[in-house]
Every structure is written in structure tokens, then in C-alpha cells.
């Protein structure tokens, strides 16, 4: 819903993969659920994030949410997450090839 509200205008949906922090279990239709979400952010024009942080907790999960970004021709947005200057630029080096293993489009 919130990509799809003209309430609040922004870019990017930040952590479209956090929830699972809270979980092992990753449901079955992790897959089509992840896929309706790129769908939907291509057909208004946002970007989901690929986080750095998240590349640390579930890199299987950031990796199913670059291949279906790219199913869904959905851009997406580089992040780390960063409280502390330390963490700037959090796994970029892995997102970065991500985005090119599955030539997604930045934002």
C-alpha cells in the first residue's frame, strides 16, 4: 500500500526484507509475494533497497529480492544502513554485485 500512496511522495521502500530478522522460517511464497512488490514498484516508479545490513543478517533473502527486482524490471537503491560512520558503505562491495550479476537499474 505504501508504494502505491501519493500521501507521502518518496523514492524508495527502505528494508523490504527486514521483517525476516525476526524468523527463520522464510514462507513459500517469499518468492511471489517479493515479485508482486518490484511489480508494483516499477508500475509507480520506486525503488526497493538493497541493504547492506540486511546482506549481514539474510543474504539469501536480499539475493531472491535482487533476482526478482530484476524479473520485474524494478529499480532498486543501494543502502547500509549506516548509525555509526563505521558502518557507511556496509557491504556495498556485495550489492554492488548483485546489481550487476542481475543488471538491475539504480535508481
Known sequence: MALESE???FS???HPVRM???TDRVPDEVDDSLLDLAKTAR???KALEL???DLDCRPK???RLAKVCSRAGCKVSLGSDA?????VFRNMPDAMALVEEFALQLM
Do not use: T
Open 7 to 9: 500521501f507521502v511522495p
Open 12 to 14: 524508495v521502500l527502505a
Open 20 to 22: 525476516s530478522r525476526g
Open 43 to 45: 508500475k509507480h516508479n
Open 51 to 53: 541493504n547492506g545490513d
Open 61 to 63: 533473502l536480499v539475493r
Open 83 to 87: 548509525h555509526y560512520p563505521r558502518d
